[in-house]
């Protein structure tokens, strides 16, 4: 008996070193894992290599040297090949070995007669998706948050970007450490750093963050700041929220020291407020609701008096300001946030002293997306990012754009399909979204396309027109719902057939089919991927999840309706007679159609069970 080897991933983001090259070993057969992205490096081999029940298996990995602090350069990894063959028997289509941080992934087969369409899958190295470009120039978000002990930077970082609580130190005292790099494993798009706040008399703190953000401006781009918030709980009655040293800082943006970076003040704890306004308030014959809205016009009031007021000294300089609350029910304080620092980091300017240097500016659009990827509360804003990555290029190359030309269906597909799931940045360690798996998942939702309308265009219940946020997310509940049903664990048929072949040898040619696929790939896509931020709520990603959403939208009307609309516009379409342009603009309209924000997502979390998806299961 021998095993096949189809694919092999080197996941090292969670290890001090960094690896430059990895080659495979088995007896005298060497062959070098080829495709490097990020902290990782993976290959799905375009033969499969044989693995001989006997024979030795290692992988020879190549540091770098700057980051070497071990004797040799090369490593050698052994693996049991007798364990392999346990797994693959135990029904384990992969092997798993963790080496000093480093994660090992072998893709396994009996037999090459399932295998043979799949081998031919390993992306082509000449079309790079969009995402990788950005992350090599801006790889991560990185923030200065500011703030006292207890103000709330924990709960709140931790909600925004899907990170531990305990990343934030301001809980001890005097342990921030401006300069230290804060990155959590469970988001490798974000980067924190953490400084205490401005206490009165402390002259010290205030240089601290000054010369921090200096820095910063005049290094590589992949080390620039983009954004700073600066955290105040809002004061009780009687309380001062600006100390002398917050209003130096303030003051500072004008002198050029924060000119080049955009600051946002959040002021935190705003439940606190609202309770506070309540109690006062007394009894009443009002109802909760009425009860909750006269508080809140009270606490909107007091704000403006004790800390919207004293910001308006500062005016011309426009700092913007966000209350939040990190506590159930508050939501859409955090989205509102979220945009704010978004808005804000896309309109900033490059800075004038750094522009006619080799350490030029980040580019606002492109740290502006960076924003949205990082951040784990708005499915809006990842659809956003999502139409900004793909208008820079391949989502032009549907129609007569020449990019596209002489690839691979799959080739062209695979770029598409890796550019959204990075914009969607979901805790995926083990890279499901990105496997052969999932990706022949999503083909087969699109298999059965046919040219021309299934429905009569002119009915109302499927014009584009008429779609409402109350009709998406009455859709997007009754996926949700059918996931929160009890079901036995789902066997969703991966079939290599023809169709899939197809996909994977067929060259791209311009024509109203091929049109439909790709439209409906990249929205069904977004789509299932829309619902499985809502449903998993930051957590780790699991097969199990995949299967049970893409199952669920695929039944669902919602999936029907986006290939009415897109079989309806086709019907219309011109192909030679500015289609590029089209095209773009169908699939933002339909992907902007679909999407919920904020206040809708704490809307549909109200209606509908909470679903754990936690467990997990084989493909």
Not at 42 to 64: D, E, M, T, Y
Not at 235 to 258: H, I, N
Not at 348 to 375: D, G, L, N, Y
Request: hydrophobic fraction near 40%; aromatic fraction near 8%; glycine fraction near 4%.
């Amino acid at each position: 008996m021998a095993l096949y080897i189809y694919g092999v991933t080197v996941d090292f983001s969670k290890s001090k070193t960094n690896i430059e090259s990895a080659e495979v070993r088995i007896g005298e057969l060497h062959s070098l894992i080829e495709y490097k992205a990020g902290k990782s490096l993976r290959h799905a081999f375009s033969s499969p290599i044989v693995l001989p029940h006997g024979q030795s298996f290692s992988l020879r990995i190549r540091h770098k040297r700057h980051f070497l602090k071990i004797k040799h350069r090369h490593e050698d990894i052994t693996f049991n090949p007798d364990e392999m063959f346990r797994a693959y028997n135990a029904s384990q289509q992969e092997y798993t070995k963790v080496h000093n941080d480093i994660t090992i992934v072998v893709k396994l087969s009996s037999d090459t007669t399932t295998e043979q369409a799949e081998q031919s899958v390993s992306p082509d190295q000449n079309l790079q998706p969009t995402t990788f470009e950005i992350f090599q120039r801006c790889p991560r978000f990185r923030i200065l948050v500011i703030g006292k002990a207890g103000v709330g930077k924990s709960s709140l970082i931790s909600q925004a970007f899907g990170v531990e609580k305990d990343m934030v130190a301001h809980d001890r005292p005097g342990q921030a450490d401006i300069d230290q790099e804060l990155i959590s494993p469970r988001n490798k798009r974000f980067v924190l750093h953490d400084s205490k706040g401005f206490e009165p008399g402390d002259e010290d703190n205030f240089k601290i963050v000054r010369d921090f953000i200096d820095r910063r401006r005049n290094m590589t781009q992949e080390h620039q700041l983009h954004a700073v918030w600066l955290c105040f709980e809002i004061p009780r009655a009687g309380g001062r929220l600006l100390e002398v040293g917050v209003e130096k800082f303030l003051e500072s943006q004008d002198s050029g020291t924060l000119k080049n970076v955009p600051v946002i003040v959040v002021l935190t704890k705003y439940d606190m407020l609202i309770e506070r306004m309540e109690r006062t308030l007394g009894g009443s014959s009002l109802s909760d609701e009425a009860h909750k809205a006269r508080a809140k016009e009270k606490a909107e009031a007091w704000l403006q008096d004790t800390c919207i007021g004293p910001l308006e000294q500062f005016a011309e300089l426009d700092i913007p300001n966000a209350k939040i609350s990190t506590e159930e029910g508050y939501e859409e304080t955090l989205t509102h946030l979220i945009h704010i620092t978004e808005n804000r980091v896309s309109q900033h300017p490059a800075s004038e002293a750094s522009a006619t240097t080799s350490t030029a500016q980040h580019s606002a659009p492109e740290a502006a997306v960076m924003t949205s990827i990082a951040q784990r509360l708005d499915p809006g804003l990842k659809i956003k990012a999502s139409i900004e990555v793909g208008k820079k290029r391949y989502w032009k190359a549907l129609a007569s754009c020449p990019t596209f030309k002489n690839r691979k269906m799959w080739d062209c597909l695979y770029v598409l399909h890796t550019d959204i799931v990075n914009v969607w940045n979901f805790h995926d360690p083990h890279d499901y979204l990105h496997s052969l798996e999932f990706r022949k998942l999503m083909t087969t939702m699109v298999d059965n396309i046919q040219v021309g309308p299934t429905t009569d265009p002119t009915d109302v219940k499927f014009s584009l027109s008429t779609v409402s946020a109350i009709s998406i997310v009455g859709a997007i509940a009754g996926i949700v719902s059918a996931l929160a049903a009890p079901a036995a664990p789902i066997v969703v048929p991966i079939a290599v057939g023809a169709v899939l072949a197809a996909w994977v040898w067929e060259l791209y040619q311009t024509s109203h089919l091929a049109l439909q696929r790709f439209m409906a790939y990249i929205i069904h896509l977004t789509l299932v991927l829309q619902t499985l931020f809502i449903v998993l709520e930051g957590q780790q990603i699991t097969r199990r999840a995949i299967k049970r959403v893409v199952d669920s939208y695929r039944t669902s009307e919602m999936s029907g309706r986006v290939l009415t609309w897109i079989q309806d516009y086709d019907k219309q379409l011109n192909i030679l007679e500015r289609a590029d342009r089209e095209i773009l603009t169908k699939i933002t309209e339909v992907m902007r159609k679909c999407e919920i924000d904020g206040a809708q997502l704490s809307e549909l979390r109200e209606k509908v069970p909470r679903v754990d998806l936690s467990s997990d299961e084989s493909w």
